[in-house]
């Protein structure tokens, strides 16, 4: 196997230190856009990936071969042509059955995204990222631009390049918390994507392309979901290779693993319960179901580990609490080892996480009657003042109650003790060289040395205290000692990730405020009206902010006769850009007009035209919000309702959509001398 990282004395990695450099660079220069880790860089996990995308790209050739050989082999007649292609099929399908083997052992190497610390811990199972094509965005959104807002699409090219960079960052995050911050800055830069460019009726003409991080098949979709669900996959699989780092010999490392794998977990079951038809394996539901539950079981390892480490006292409570606590977490491997067994699941799981999860389940099992065992051997006998506490914790101790002497015998009497101690340990040793023998069957778990000595020390360590303990003179046979209870004090918990932690600004913010310029949003061409002031002013009242809408046209007034209508929004006065401008803003630029008038850009929705929806438009927004916030509200709540892939987890950006999107200022009716202009 490829060595680990090297790393800095703080923990930091090469991949991380070169992510460091790369976005040293970027600030010097004056960008603040976060970068990915440098994709030249040699580190392990670099090479791992670079070896990844590798295989993925063969992958893609060859199936595109099979798919073609197929195509023929159904539609030739001839005899000749189909033996040939029969046997082009044949070496297509033996090359990818060698390149999925290949991938499966990249999957395997658990070492490579381990800690370097000299501690012995059981290693975990992280996940790799999936590979991405890149995406020309340039022109169409550019042409999307020009077609649906009005505008020059070449006006835009700082701010589609900055996107189209922030996606080529995101494909190599580092291996930290910036790495994290990262995706979900992509990510939520996909909600403004989606509402600026993805009208519901028409596609835009692009396929987002990625490889199953377990399959390495390549997939494409033009629905932006994908996009969105791989980037949510990513975020749970980079939550797994940080809490793999962890140096879980110290408690704050174990805390960290324990938040990592809670997130990756979170991450994972939030993809399964927002995202459906997946077109790749691994955002399958049956898939992503298993990698909760492994996330799950590795969160519960730790709570182990962390428990050893502050039960640090031999007393006979203490030991009983983590012979309960290694039967949980054999428990939860169990679990984890039915799902990848499944017939829909096994196909596609390494064979060595599954062998894997196998052996951490009966080395668990055997560690929890050890506890249990050294609870019974090695603490003196329970005196009348500890016996009913201790009677109260035994009784459920056990899945069913030992044979032999009552409870309060079993305890007060060390022969009766070393007795069924004795029987704990028989069944640990033989739990002990399951999982070594289950381990023996794997070629690449052979090849960890870490895991072959941590099995290797729990098993000698079994047997020399039943060595210890046997006596020449015990011409009893050793029962079966009943299996311990599983017992937790501390519940894994399942973290959703929280979006709103970063801030993101629209990038397209100069297209407008979302609540009227959106791709879902429809409107007739862009009129320029030139005013005179009369008497009696311009003849209109406005209403609201970014943009203002005019609410009232007096009849035969000058905008009456210019054409202007009710429901009308104001984007230019005198040529200068008003979308985003306040409601006093505008009021100003026309007050501050000469005898030479005014120039006046509007636009008209599509099915807002006339009094009647002027006058709906007016009520909402006197109504104390806004009508801007209104429709953003119900339209909140239409997305909450929702199950669309489409709409994938569009509803957590509320802080997001607020930051520039929310512009239905509350505001009273404006009496007549105030409201006329």
Not at 430 to 436: L, S
Not at 524 to 546: I, K, W
Request: hydrophobic share 35%; with cysteine; net charge neutral.
């Amino acid at each position: 196997m490829m060595p680990p990282e090297e790393k800095n004395p703080d923990g930091v990695g090469e991949g991380d230190r070169a992510s460091g450099l790369v976005l040293l660079q970027a600030l010097k220069s004056g960008s603040t856009r976060k970068q990915g880790c440098d994709p030249f860089a040699q580190t392990q996990r670099s090479k791992l990936q670079h070896r990844r995308a590798r295989i993925n790209q063969q992958i893609n050739k060859e199936m595109r071969m099979r798919a073609g050989a197929e195509n023929l082999f159904r539609a030739t007649s001839n005899h000749k042509v189909k033996e040939t292609v029969a046997l082009e099929l044949s070496y297509v399908n033996s090359n990818l059955q060698l390149l999925k083997e290949e991938l499966e052992e990249l999957n395997s190497s658990m070492d490579v995204y381990q800690n370097d610390s000299e501690s012995i811990s059981v290693p975990m199972i992280p996940l790799g990222l999936k590979e991405t094509k890149e995406l020309d965005l340039l022109v169409p959104l550019k042409d999307f631009i020009s077609e649906h807002y009005g505008e020059e699409g070449i006006l835009f090219e700082k701010e589609i390049k900055e996107f189209m960079e922030l996606r080529q960052a995101m494909r190599t995050p580092s291996r930290n918390e910036a790495g994290l911050e990262l995706l979900m800055e992509y990510y939520n830069q996909l909600y403004f994507l989606d509402s600026r460019f993805f009208p519901p009726t028409k596609s835009l003409g692009v396929f987002f392309h990625w490889y199953d991080s377990l399959t390495g098949v390549p997939s494409h979709q033009r629905a932006l979901a994908f996009e969105k669900g791989s980037v949510l996959f990513n975020i749970g699989a980079l939550h797994t290779q940080i809490g793999a780092r962890q140096d879980r010999a110290s408690l704050p490392g174990l805390n960290q693993a324990i938040d990592a794998f809670q997130k990756a977990a979170g991450a994972f079951n939030y993809l399964k319960e927002n995202f459906s038809n997946a077109p790749s394996l691994d955002m399958s539901a049956a898939s992503l179901n298993m990698l909760v539950r492994l996330m799950v079981a590795q969160v519960q390892e730790c709570v182990f580990e962390k428990m050893s480490l502050l039960r640090a006292q031999h007393d006979f409570l203490t030991r009983l609490q983590l012979a309960q606590e290694a039967a949980r977490v054999e428990d939860v491997y169990s679990l984890v080892h039915q799902t990848m067994t499944q017939a829909h699941v096994k196909d596609y799981v390494p064979f060595s996480w599954t062998t894997m999860v196998h052996v951490k389940s009966e080395h668990f099992k055997a560690l929890s009657h050890y506890f249990a065992a050294i609870a019974l051997c090695d603490c003196p006998a329970a005196s009348d003042a500890e016996l009913p506490e201790q009677e109260k914790a035994f009784i459920q101790f056990h899945v069913t109650m030992p044979e032999g002497p009552s409870l309060r015998v079993l305890l007060q009497d060390p022969e009766e003790r070393r007795k069924l101690g004795k029987a704990h340990l028989k069944k640990a040793i033989m739990k002990h060289e399951e999982a070594m023998r289950i381990h023996g069957l794997c070629k690449i778990l052979r090849k960890m040395d870490i895991l072959q000595e941590v099995l290797s020390f729990a098993h000698k360590r079994s047997l020399s205290k039943y060595s210890e303990i046997d006596h020449e003179e015990d011409f009893f046979e050793t029962g079966d000692a009943p299996d311990i209870y599983p017992k937790t004090h501390q519940k894994p918990e399942i973290k959703s990730p929280n979006f709103s932690q970063v801030k993101v600004t629209d990038l397209f913010h100069r297209l407008g405020p979302l609540s009227v310029f959106s791709a879902k949003t429809k409107w007739y061409p862009l009129r320029r009206v030139h005013l005179m002031r009369g008497e009696n002013g311009f003849g209109f009242t406005l209403r609201g902010d970014s943009p203002v809408l005019i609410a009232g046209v007096i009849p035969g007034g000058c905008a009456a006769e210019a054409g202007l209508k009710e429901g009308d929004y104001i984007i230019s006065v005198n040529g200068k850009d008003c979308k985003w401008s306040k409601h006093a803003e505008v009021v100003q630029l026309l007050k501050s007009t000469g005898e030479e008038g005014v120039e006046i850009g509007v636009i008209t929705l599509q099915g807002s035209e006339g009094p009647k929806a002027a006058d709906k438009k007016a009520a909402a927004m006197s109504s104390g919000s806004g009508m801007l916030k209104s429709n953003k509200e119900n339209s909140r709540k239409s997305l909450m309702n929702s199950k669309s892939a489409s709409t994938l987890l569009v509803w957590s950006k509320k802080s997001k959509r607020s930051k520039k999107s929310t512009y239905g200022i509350p505001f009273t009716a404006v009496g007549d001398n105030e409201a006329m202009y």
